[in-house]
C-alpha cells in the first residue's frame, strides 16, 4: 500500500503570497494532520481534520486553514506568506477514534521556502 | 497546557554504546507517549508508543521506552548503538481526548564509530 503522499515537494514563494499544500492519506485513514517544523525545532500541531471536519487545531493565526475532501485528501492554505511561514510541512494520517491512542503515519513532507 | 521537553538537544554516544535520550511530560493526565525518529530530508516514522497496557514499551530497531508516572517521564534506550541510528529523535504526546499532539524540540543522535 502506498503510504501517506504529498505535493509539491519543493516550493518557493514570496512574502504575501497564499499557497496551497496537498496530502493524500493511507487508503483507509480517515483522519489527516497538519504540522509546521521550523528548522531545527520539533514539529507543531496545526490541524487535525476528521470525516471531512475540523477536530482540533492548534495556536496558528487564521491565515492558516484546512479542508478535508470526501476522498479524505485534504489541503492545506496559507494567506499573506511571511518569512517566518518558512518550514517543512508535514501530513499524517491516521485511523483516528476519539478517546483512544492512535498512531499517524507522515509524509515527506513539503518544504515551503518564503523570499 | 500539555508539554514535552526533551533534554539535550544533542546526544553523542559511541557505537556500541547505550543510548538513552530523555523525554519529560507535563500533565495532569497522563498523555498517550510516542517517540519517532527523523532521517534526513523525511517524514517521522514510530518507533513505539506508550498504551498503558505496559509500561516498558519495546519498539523497532531495539529501542525501548519505560513509563514513569510518578518522574513524568518516557526515557528511550537502546543497549547498543549502531551508526544507522544517527538522526533526529521526537517524543511527542497525544492529549486523551486525542485532538491535540505535542512533540518535543527534539534530539539529535551522533554515533561515532
Known amino acids: 500500500d502506498a503510504g501517506v503522499t504529498q505535493s509539491p515537494t519543493h516550493l518557493i514563494k514570496t512574502r504575501g503570497q497564499h499557497v496551497t499544500l496537498r496530502c493524500s492519506p493511507i487508503s483507509g485513514h480517515k483522519s489527516v494532520s497538519w504540522y509546521q517544523q521550523v528548522l531545527g525545532q520539533g514539529p507543531q500541531f496545526i490541524f487535525q481534520y476528521y470525516e471531512k471536519e475540523e477536530r482540533g487545531r492548534g495556536n496558528f493565526p487564521d491565515r492558516f486553514s484546512a479542508r478535508q475532501f470526501p476522498n479524505y485528501s485534504s489541503e492545506l492554505n496559507v494567506n499573506a506568506l511571511l518569512l517566518g511561514d518558512s518550514a517543512l510541512y508535514l501530513c499524517?494520517?491516521?485511523?483516528?477514534?476519539?478517546?483512544?491512542?492512535?498512531?499517524?503515519?507522515f509524509g515527506p513532507g513539503t518544504r515551503l521556502t518564503v523570499t | 497546557a500539555q508539554s514535552v521537553t526533551q533534554l539535550g538537544s544533542h546526544v553523542s554516544v559511541s557505537e556500541g554504546a547505550l543510548v538513552l535520550l530523555r523525554c519529560n511530560y507535563s500533565s495532569s493526565v497522563p498523555p498517550y507517549l510516542f517517540w519517532y525518529v527523523q532521517y534526513p530530508n523525511q517524514g517521522l516514522q514510530l518507533l513505539l508508543k506508550?498504551?498503558?497496557?505496559?509500561?516498558l514499551v519495546k519498539g523497532i530497531n531495539g529501542f525501548e521506552a519505560e513509563f514513569k508516572k510518578s518522574e513524568t517521564s518516557f526515557h528511550l534506550t537502546k543497549p547498543s548503538a549502531h551508526m544507522s541510528d544517527a538522526a533526529e529523535y521526537f517524543c511527542?504526546?497525544?492529549?486523551?481526548?486525542?485532538?491535540?499532539?505535542?512533540f518535543g524540540t527534539g534530539t539529535s543522535l551522533t554515533v561515532i564509530p
Open positions: 511527542a504526546a497525544q492529549t486523551p481526548t486525542g485532538n491535540q499532539f505535542y
Open positions: 499524517a494520517s491516521s485511523l483516528f477514534t476519539s478517546g483512544t491512542i492512535y498512531e499517524q503515519y
Open positions: 506508550y498504551t498503558s497496557a505496559a509500561t
